[in-house]
């Protein structure tokens, strides 16, 4: 008998054994997931199970997964995490069904080595959960999920981040009241990539009708403080004071986050919409830096909004500057055109660049192609691989593999043709720069021909980056007089494939952006370059004409003022008459703001710049909200024309509108 009771409990024990096995590997598919519910779910374990190669990780390296099938209990914020389980995981959980899924938020460390996903839940759905090891870790691990609605009059995006910001970054979107008796926007949750804890503030900025463009004038309407309550999950921040909307306004909405990092999800459509009946949220962008650059879209802001009833359309009564006009007397020692390989219009010509002492002219000659390779001297193949430089001859030239010739080392090898790196450069280049690979097999070479003082590198048939064929070929070709300076720029045929082509010039150091040229019209119109950048008059304003409870003085700098200039003078307008000055001597100049008023003069010398007050703006009331004025700079005592028999030189204009915020 007792040998019948051992052999049971082992049996038992096998039984069990078996079963647990059956279990881990029952969920190592999406078709075979477990169902989880609200609250702590587990423990599960992950040994022994496979990786499905079909689903890529998003977020991190994952391995060996297991699936877990979860139905939403409400419409509202769901929250799913392995904190306190005993190995380094992920988590990501999906949408759709197992043979269409679609990523909705995925971490890697959230509670230490564990991990942690929010996102928006609709109740009767089902969700599926993958939980992994990074890097093939393994495991026993509990699974805890939380679903809570949101309270009335709230509109809710999403959690599911899967992209974010740096800190002090922005999110912008559109909201439009819709409620009959408008609505007070009392406080909003957001989620921050910031570990749990960081304490830092929200400041929300309004503009009129629209989040775009973001580098628009906006003004500052509320501001709250807010603790990070961890990614993934909502971080509370109280307005004050609150943002009221009426029926049928639709405002610009920017989140500028302080000491904090926005986490964000990445838009299939833009705009992206969400709704409640009484406000409509339409999403949206995000920026590194507040105001600034391109926006990066379609991003959505991941939020929910709370609000009360009753509210009227703010009065945005934003203050504006806007630049009108430009400087006179500016040249530029650089030029530059991109092109899309398919409209390179320089094929079978040549730039032929003189060097006067004091620039270059330029000019473009059709129809004057390459000449032969090896009629300047016997020529050598430059042993050139892909994103590459070398050094070329006896006369300091570098060779760049992707369609460049510089005076110097120290240049850029990338690939993908930028302007402001051609205009930073540390030495001096000239540019025909394209996404080149010479050391592709079936490629032509770069060859390079010396017979002092000249130089010819010619880029004979170098094939486009990833090029198959000759289709793909590139001729280009270089003709330098160390000498005198000269060079000609000639091109054969090019290629429709590969990146745009970047031709230009500019001398070594930082240099000042000139607006884009059209190289080919240099045929009828030659260009004059400047041996260096003489920038034009300018004129920037000190923030904007806010009017507040205390009178400010709204100020302006000129800028680039030469060194020779003897006197300044601000003038102040009610209208922008737009007047040429050439016929008084001073030719490439403007009048841009109306001889109302006139501020000075201030005698120099002035270092380069000089700040001066445009207007006093009284302290509220009365309100000046609307007001419009024009403001313009002017220095006197330059050698650069004969106006007023001393020399003038006028900056851009400004428009400035006086505004509350």
Avoid at 188 to 199: E, Q
Avoid at 529 to 550: C, K
Avoid at 587 to 605: E, R, T, W
């Amino acid at each position: 008998m007792r040998f019948v009771r051992t052999s049971r409990r082992l049996l038992l024990t096998a039984v069990a054994t078996l079963t647990s096995l059956d279990s881990a590997f029952a969920q190592d598919e999406c078709v075979t997931a477990t169902p989880v519910f609200d609250g702590a779910n587990g423990p599960f374990t992950n040994v022994g199970s496979t990786t499905n190669p079909a689903q890529l990780w998003t977020c991190a390296f994952g391995d060996n997964d297991v699936w877990f099938a979860y139905l939403a209990s409400c419409t509202g914020n769901a929250v799913a995490n392995t904190c306190g389980g005993g190995f380094d995981t992920v988590l990501e959980v999906f949408s759709g069904g197992c043979g269409a899924l679609t990523s909705i938020g995925c971490n890697d460390d959230a509670c230490g080595l564990q991990s942690q996903v929010g996102w928006s839940a609709t109740i009767g759905t089902t969700y599926y959960i993958r939980v992994g090891g990074y890097a093939g870790a393994t495991g026993n691990f509990p699974l805890t999920i939380s679903c809570t609605p949101p309270p009335p009059n709230t509109l809710t995006t999403t959690f599911a981040n899967d992209n974010g910001g740096t800190l002090g970054g922005a999110v912008y979107f559109e909201l439009t009241c819709t409620a009959p008796a408008g609505l007070t926007i009392t406080d909003l949750d957001l989620n921050f990539s910031s570990a749990a804890g960081t304490v830092g503030s929200i400041d929300l900025y309004l503009a009129a009708n629209s989040s775009l463009p973001i580098t628009q004038p906006w003004g500052l309407t509320s501001s709250g403080p807010a603790t990070s309550a961890g990614p993934g999950l909502p971080s509370n921040v109280v307005l004050t004071p609150p943002v009221r909307l009426g029926l049928g306004c639709t405002v610009g909405v920017a989140l500028v986050a302080n000491g904090l990092a926005h986490a964000y999800t990445n838009g299939s459509t833009f705009p992206q919409v969400y709704s409640t009946p009484e406000l409509t949220l339409s999403a949206g962008q995000a920026s590194n830096v507040p105001f600034t650059g391109a926006a990066l879209q379609p991003r959505i802001v991941n939020t929910n909004i709370r609000y009360t009833n009753g509210g009227t359309c703010p009065s945005l009564g934003i203050a504006t500057v806007t630049a009108q006009g430009a400087g006179c007397d500016a040249s530029f020692a650089s030029f530059y055109q991109e092109m899309a390989p398919a409209a390179f219009d320089l094929s079978g010509g040549s730039l032929m660049m003189n060097h006067t002492g004091s620039g270059y002219t330029v000019q473009f000659a059709p129809g004057v192609a390459p000449v032969a390779v090896g009629l300047m001297s016997a020529p050598t193949a430059l042993a050139l691989t892909d994103d590459s430089q070398i050094a070329a001859g006896t006369l300091g030239l570098r060779v760049g593999s992707n369609g460049w010739v510089a005076l110097g080392a120290g240049n850029s090898n990338a690939f993908t043709p930028a302007v402001a790196t051609l205009l930073g450069n540390p030495a001096t280049a000239f540019y025909s720069w394209k996404d080149l690979n010479p050391s592709i097999v079936g490629s032509g070479q770069v060859q390079y021909e010396e017979a002092a003082p000249n130089a010819r590198v010619t880029f004979d048939g170098v094939w486009s980056f990833g090029g198959t064929s000759a289709a793909d070929a590139n001729t280009i070709q270089f003709t330098y007089n160390a000498t005198t300076g000269d060079m000609v720029m000639a091109w054969g045929p090019m290629a429709a494939s590969g990146t745009n082509v970047l031709v230009g010039y500019s001398p070594g150091g930082p240099s000042a952006t000139p607006s884009a040229s059209d190289i080919s019209g240099f045929a009828l119109n030659p260009l004059t370059t400047g041996l260096g950048d003489v920038l034009p008059l300018s004129l920037t304003g000190v923030g904007r004409p806010v009017q507040g409870a205390a009178a400010v003085p709204f100020q302006v700098t000129t800028g680039n003022i030469p060194a020779a200039a003897l006197l300044h003078v601000g003038v102040i307008g009610l209208s922008r008459p737009g007047l040429p000055l050439a016929p008084f001597g001073a030719p490439g100049c403007f009048l841009d703001a109306s001889l109302d008023v006139l501020q000075g003069p201030a005698v120099g010398p002035f270092g380069g710049s000089f700040t001066w007050t445009a207007l006093n703006l009284p302290a509220l009331p009365p309100i000046f909200s609307g007001f419009e004025f024009h403001a313009q700079g002017a220095v006197l005592g330059v050698p650069n024309n004969t106006a007023l028999g001393i020399g003038v030189l006028t900056s851009n204009g400004l428009k400035c509108v006086v505004g509350t915020l």
